[in-house]
Structures are given as structure tokens and as C-alpha cells.
T-cell receptor, first 114, second 111 residues
Framework: EAQVTQNPRYLITVTGKKLTVTCSQNMNHEYMSWYRQDPGLGLRQIYYSMNVEVTDKGDVPEGYKVSRKEKRNFPLILESPSPNQTSLYFC?????????????FGPGTRLTVL | GQQLNQSPQSMFIQEGEDVSMNCTSSSIFNTWLWYKQDPGEGPVLLIALYKAGELTSNGRLTAQFGITRKDSFLNISASIPSDVGIYFCAGTNNAGNMLTFGGGTRLMVKP
């Protein structure tokens, strides 16, 4: 089954404790991206990657890091989480051969930073 | 970054009614997309629009790409309870590598 998986689905942590949210896709997609969803703000793009070893900032990259060492994985790293990073996070992937960049989304990771 | 203004923020309608929601922007977008998000899940693409003026249907859903490339609307005809969810508009930039989302329209349908 073609899918985007994220782990963990739920996470409660404390300020300053480094964490990583994993994302993996099995569709051989070149493009992967991370979003955060906050009430009334829709989804805002954090980082994206157009292929292995290529990453770029989205609209809200501050406080986040990503890496793309393999095509299927795109982890999101919070080196020193803060309460304003409490949010619902989505990973997405797509093939860049589609003009409109249809993105397939994972199920989401709900993060709470105390 | 670019911003999309989506309205209304929420709608509570009777089953069988038609629904209309729209998005506007001060910037031009090359493509417009409409997504639906069910509770506890990620967004799923409903309709994609590629050209200014384009009108596209998907079952009971119809969406249009505005002539100015700064707006789009989504209509749902004869709503049913499973239409409940949050609907997002989204636009892609020139390079197609970034997606900007509207704030969402929460749709509630009363049986």
C-alpha cells in the first residue's frame, strides 16, 4: 500500500529536550515536505526537499532542522523544542513529474512541548 | 511569504444543501488545489486546477481557477454527512516547489 508514515503519532516533551519525528514514504517520490498545522492558520510549510541531499526552507523554518540522506526518509529535528512549537505536524511527499505537485500526506504527529 | 484568505471559516448546513467556499490572495498562484481533511488524518487532494479560468468537477464537487489567478472557489452540491471535515485551498508558486495553504473552512452537516 502506497503511504507516508510518521512516528511517533503523539509526543509530549519538555522545553529543550531534543526530539526527532520520522517520516518515510514507499512511493519513490523525489519531493518531501514538512508542515505544521495550527488553528486558523492552515498548514504552513517548514522545510522541503526536492531530492536526496537537497533541502530548502519553507515559510516557518526557525527552530527546525531536516535531513535527506535517503530518498524514502525525511526526519524533522527539533534541537531545543519550545512551547510555541506545540502543533500538529504533517509530512508529505510527491513526484516532481506532476505539474501541480500533488502531495500525499502522512497521518500527522501531535506534539506538545511543556 | 504568500498568504491565502479562505472564507468562510466555518459552515453549519443541512444535509442536501449546496455549499460554496472561496480563497483569495494578493499574489498570483500558478496552480490551485483543494484538499479535504477528515478528523485525525492528513489532507487529501480533491481537485487540482492548472489554468486561469479553468472549471473542474469531481463528482459533486466543482472548483474554478480565477481569471486573475488570485482566487478560487469550491462548490459542493447536495451535501451529505460524510462531507464533514475541514476544506483547504492551496496554491503553488512559480517553481511548483512550495505550497501555501489557506486557513481552512470547517464544514458541519446536519442530517
Amino acid at each position: 500500500e502506497a503511504q507516508v508514515t510518521q512516528n511517533p503519532r503523539y509526543l509530549i516533551t519538555v522545553t529543550g529536550k531534543k526530539l526527532t519525528v520520522t517520516c518515510s514514504q514507499n512511493m519513490n517520490h523525489e519531493y518531501m515536505s514538512w508542515y505544521r498545522q495550527d488553528p486558523g492558520l492552515g498548514l504552513r510549510q517548514i522545510y522541503y526537499s526536492m531530492n536526496v541531499e537537497v533541502t530548502d526552507k519553507g515559510d516557518v523554518p526557525e527552530g527546525y532542522k531536516v535531513s535527506r540522506k535517503e530518498k524514502r526518509n525525511f526526519p524533522l529535528i527539533l534541537e531545543s523544542p519550545s512551547p510555541n512549537q506545540t502543533s500538529l505536524y504533517f509530512c508529505a511527499s510527491s513526484t516532481m513529474t506532476l505539474a501541480y505537485n500533488e502531495q500525499f500526506f502522512g497521518p500527522g504527529t501531535r506534539l506538545t512541548v511543556l | 511569504g504568500q498568504q491565502l484568505n479562505q472564507s468562510p471559516q466555518s459552515m453549519f448546513i443541512q444535509e442536501g444543501e449546496d455549499v460554496s467556499m472561496n480563497c483569495t490572495s494578493s499574489s498570483i498562484f500558478n496552480t490551485w488545489l483543494w484538499y479535504k481533511q477528515d478528523p485525525g488524518e492528513g489532507p487529501v487532494l480533491l481537485i487540482a486546477l492548472y489554468k486561469a479560468g479553468e472549471l473542474t468537477s469531481n463528482g459533486r464537487l466543482t472548483a474554478q481557477f480565477g481569471i486573475t489567478r488570485k482566487d478560487s472557489f469550491l462548490n459542493i452540491s447536495a451535501s451529505i454527512p460524510s462531507d464533514v471535515g475541514i476544506y483547504f485551498c492551496a496554491g503553488t508558486n512559480n517553481a511548483g516547489n512550495m505550497l501555501t495553504f489557506g486557513g481552512g473552512t470547517r464544514l458541519m452537516v446536519k442530517p
